[in-house]
């Protein structure tokens, strides 16, 4: 009640005093329910399943058990039937996985199994948390320690503790760069991620040549690495609206950042007037502050592109706003914010913006600079509307992205 989060659906039972020597039957315990504090009986939380739910493999003719039904009625009138097994029941699983797991972990590199147990094994020993930042490095490939503490919120000495689990399981390496050490997910790692979300391996993965061998590497992160100061703008830019939105929870206000995915991920390809074409925002992402939600693509722009190519950004967002393909997605047009090098750089963008796209369009574009964004943070009012625009509105005061 005091972290204002929904009620958790359970219940509650003191359990008598030390001096009873039988054990108290579970079903007549005086049970609460832990949201209201009513009083309610276990018959009422849980749900039992008639004996069809159950496989027809689980019961076969050489299983032991046998099933006794009882009808009981509640309260309310209603009959329900309970299924009560008896007698000893069949082994169906066989095999000491949990045993092999440990052993495993013991020698810290699994060098006595053959490399399918060995992801099977990681599956059952790796923990919640392990595995939380394996998918995070699959989604978003050669992230920075402190960028994957604030994602996942976290202490950075716990991800460091993670990190050299995992490393020492061979599902992740390290990468020297210019931009500090960045992390991927090795050949192991990517099998493991495939078996967790039940995909080919070769729909996540290409084969490269290193070493003298042939490896598996995830699919784009060549791409990344190619482009990684880029690359660490936009994840730069949101570990930092992640931790805006964690420093306004701390002062009481609902901020969240519901999700966010670059690269191909949030790629569009539509065919428009017998032609194919494709958007690509460098990011697609979803904000809450409160009970308004912001869904918006994000340029990073880092002063490369020339007056034409800005022009071609534009016209491609122009091109996809009109065809209206995004109403088939989204419920509202998401905004477009562009974060430049420097003032020169945004000026230049809103002259191109407004000569490209018009106010009728609908797209909203906000733009902003790097320095803004570093001192002020991303929730400050460091946003100059380029669309919709009107005459003077250089002159007006910047805003928040979610205005």
């Not at 009873?20 to 832990?34: C, D, F, I, V, Y």
């Not at 699983?93 to 053959?114: L, P």
């Not at 040549?209 to 598996?216: A, P, Q, T």
């Amino acid at each position: 009640m005091a972290l204002h989060v929904a009620p958790l659906p359970g219940a509650i039972a003191c359990l008598p005093g030390k001096q009873q020597k039988t054990t108290p039957n579970p079903w007549r315990l005086a049970w609460k329910t832990l949201g209201t504090s009513g009083t309610c009986t276990l018959r009422h939380l849980l749900h039992p399943l008639p004996i069809e739910a159950i496989p027809p493999a689980l019961w076969e003719h050489h299983a032991t058990d046998t099933v006794m039904l009882e009808e009981t009625r509640t309260g309310d009138g209603k009959v329900i039937t309970l299924s009560t097994p008896t007698g000893k029941r069949t082994r169906m699983i066989v095999g000491n996985y949990m045993d092999r797991a440990m052993a495993g972990k013991k020698d810290h590199t699994y060098d006595s199994y053959d490399e399918r147990d060995v992801i099977a094994l990681l599956g059952l020993s790796l923990g919640q948390r392990h595995l939380a930042l394996l998918t995070l490095l699959f989604t978003h490939p050669l992230l920075h320690l402190r960028e994957m503490a604030v994602l996942l919120e976290r202490e950075m000495s716990s991800i460091e503790r993670y990190l050299g689990v995992l490393r020492g399981l061979g599902c992740i390496e390290p990468i020297t760069t210019s931009v500090g050490q960045r992390w991927r997910l090795s050949e192991r790692g990517l099998r493991l991620i495939a078996a967790t979300h039940h995909v080919n391996v070769q729909r996540i993965a290409i084969q490269q040549e290193r070493d003298d061998r042939v490896n598996l590497v995830q699919q784009g992160v060549d791409v990344l690495f190619g482009h990684l100061d880029h690359t660490a703008g936009i994840y730069g830019f949101f570990v930092s609206l992640s931790q805006a939105a964690s420093e306004g929870r701390l002062q009481g206000h609902d901020h969240h950042l519901l999700w966010w995915e670059t690269g191909s991920s949030c790629e569009r390809r539509y065919r428009d007037h017998d032609r194919w074409h494709n958007l690509r925002p460098d990011a697609f992402a979803e904000y809450q502050a409160g009970e308004l939600r912001v869904r918006f693509w994000l340029e990073w722009d880092r002063g490369t592109m020339s007056t034409p190519d800005l022009a071609v950004k534009c016209t491609t967002y122009a091109r996809y706003v009109a065809s209206r393909e995004w109403f088939k997605q989204e419920t509202a047009l998401p905004f477009l914010l562009v974060v430049t090098p420097d003032p020169g750089q945004e000026r230049r963008l809103g002259r191109v913006a407004r000569a490209t796209m018009t106010d009728e369009c609908g797209l909203i574009i906000r733009t902003t600079t790097l320095t803004r964004m570093q001192e002020q943070g991303l929730l400050g009012p460091i946003w100059n509307q380029v669309l919709p625009y009107s005459e003077g509105k250089d002159l007006m005061p910047r805003r928040t992205f979610d205005l």
